[in-house]
């Protein structure tokens, strides 16, 4: 039975909210990279190899026209099409295994600390240390990303336990724009007084998510934490605060980015990993309809604050991909788009999910000084967007 055919649906989120004298700031954040790399060669090398097995053991079946033979993958392709040159990766072993292409995780008891919650404890400290914060002074934990390892308890709330925070704490998950609705959320609890101090971590743990036997896909993402503390400005005790003078989100229905892989899976006598439950999408149609959603999201929220791109010193957009980014520069600033004022991490990170705009914004802040305006901006499946206009305090 069909129960609904198309559905669309359309929401924004405009963040004009003025609750008073209440100001949100950014006053720290930090980042956890896991400690193994894969480089395009590795990568491309190891599905070769792969693609060359697959097609001698399936060679009947491929001259018979039933399955497609597996095609090479190619390192000057990856960089062109994508300007990703490089991938950290929580667990290697496994992933350039031919014989099985997937990272080799061990198992966890329920009583060691998870795999998520420990990338997120380790960008989350290092965010409280920028903050110049203890844990007790966290009042709420976000745990924003694309995945999270378990549905219950929450990666949040094993967070929080870890760390001895009290107060509350939830996981939200909004594919590439988990980081920046997670600040949103936490900018607003601020400013309607719920919590005087939040912590948003990003533990992006994507490569059990890739099919490493895909050609289109194998080389895209990579593992990473990021953490942000925002709070109320009046008890901030940080020098490098960014003051969050607005933030807008907007959604937009789209299949062309999907994975389906989930509880229903059981039910359905299908098998979850297979892949065309794995991430998928749609790259051109991506490309084509997001850009200029973006360039018009942006364009849109500064006017509401009555800003010009050229008061914008530094743009710290999502990294999905190195074309993706300099279309969108060139759309908002024309000649003066420069890698100075849009930096790209995606050759040394790849594709983070939510934690791309967040990677630039760490790695690249340290030279603006007090006023100079800032906007962070994600992109992603959804589809969603979510910016943030920063002023340095
Ligand atoms: N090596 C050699 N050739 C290749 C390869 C490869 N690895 N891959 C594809 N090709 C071939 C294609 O098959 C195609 O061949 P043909 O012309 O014969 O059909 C040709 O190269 C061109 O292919 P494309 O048109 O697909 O190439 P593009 O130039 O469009 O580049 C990209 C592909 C890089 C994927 C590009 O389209 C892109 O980056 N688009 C934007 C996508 C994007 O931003 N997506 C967001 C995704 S992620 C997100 O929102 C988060 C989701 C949550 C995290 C999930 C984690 C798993």
């Known amino acids: 039975?069909?129960?609904?055919?198309?559905?669309?649906?359309?929401?924004?989120?405009?963040?004009?909210?003025?609750?008073?004298?209440?100001?949100?700031?950014?006053?720290?954040?930090?980042?956890?990279?896991?400690?193994?790399?894969?480089?395009?060669?590795?990568?491309?090398?190891?599905?070769?190899?792969?693609?060359?097995?697959?097609?001698?053991?399936?060679?009947?079946?491929?001259?018979?026209?039933?399955?497609?033979?597996?095609?090479?993958?190619?390192?000057?392709?990856?960089?062109?099409?994508?300007?990703?040159?490089?991938?950290?990766?929580?667990?290697?072993?496994?992933?350039?295994?031919?014989?099985?292409?997937?990272?080799?995780?061990?198992?966890?008891?329920?009583e060691e600390i998870s795999q998520q919650a420990e990338m997120a404890m380790q960008a989350g400290r290092a965010a409280l240390e920028a903050a110049s914060l203890e844990p007790s002074d966290i009042d709420v934990v976000i745990v924003a990303c694309s995945y999270t390892q378990r549905s219950y308890p929450s990666i949040a709330i094993e967070v929080q336990h870890a760390l001895g925070i009290n107060g509350f704490a939830f996981d939200m998950l909004v594919a590439c724009s988990s980081a920046t609705f997670g600040i949103q959320r936490a900018r607003e609890m601020i400013l309607s007084r719920t919590a005087n101090r939040v912590l948003i971590l990003n533990p992006e743990l994507i490569s059990p998510q890739i099919d490493f036997t895909d050609r289109d896909s194998h080389f895209i993402f990579g593992d990473v934490a990021t953490a942000t503390v925002v709070e109320n400005a009046d008890q901030c005790r940080s020098?490098?605060?960014?003051?969050?003078?607005?933030?807008?989100?907007?959604?937009?229905?789209?299949?062309?980015?999907?994975?389906?892989?989930?509880?229903?899976?059981?039910?359905?006598?299908?098998?979850?990993?297979?892949?065309?439950?794995?991430?998928?999408?749609?790259?051109?149609k991506v490309f084509k309809e997001v850009c200029p959603m973006v360039v018009e999201h942006l364009k849109e929220h500064l006017q509401e604050q009555q800003m010009d791109t050229t008061e914008v010193s530094r743009w710290w957009l999502h990294q999905a991909n190195i074309n993706m980014n300099q279309l969108i520069s060139r759309k908002l600033l024309g000649d003066a788009a420069s890698a100075d004022k849009a930096p790209i991490v995606l050759d040394r990170f790849a594709n983070t999910a939510s934690a791309g705009s967040l990677i630039a914004f760490n790695l690249h802040q340290q030279d603006l000084e007090s006023g100079d305006k800032g906007v962070i901006c994600s992109f992603g499946a959804g589809y969603s967007i979510g910016s943030l206009i920063l002023s340095k305090c």
């Not at 956890?32 to 693609?51: C, K, M």
């Not at 607005?246 to 789209?254: E, G, I, L, W």
């Open 1 to 110: 039975m069909k129960i609904l055919g198309k559905v669309e649906s359309i929401a924004e989120n405009r963040g004009n909210i003025s609750m008073g004298d209440t100001t949100a700031v950014i006053s720290g954040s930090g980042i956890w990279i896991p400690p193994n790399s894969i480089s395009n060669r590795e990568l491309v090398e190891s599905y070769n190899a792969f693609a060359d097995v697959y097609n001698t053991r399936n060679e009947a079946a491929i001259n018979a026209g039933s399955i497609a033979p597996k095609p090479q993958s190619s390192v000057d392709f990856i960089e062109k099409a994508s300007g990703i040159k490089n991938r950290y990766v929580y667990v290697k072993e496994g992933i350039l295994d031919i014989n099985r292409m997937r990272p080799l995780m061990p198992p966890r008891s329920d």
């Open 239 to 284: 020098s490098r605060a960014f003051e969050i003078i607005s933030s807008r989100a907007a959604t937009v229905y789209s299949n062309n980015i999907r994975s389906n892989f989930g509880h229903l899976s059981r039910v359905m006598d299908v098998e979850p990993f297979a892949s065309e439950n794995l991430f998928h999408q749609s790259g051109r």
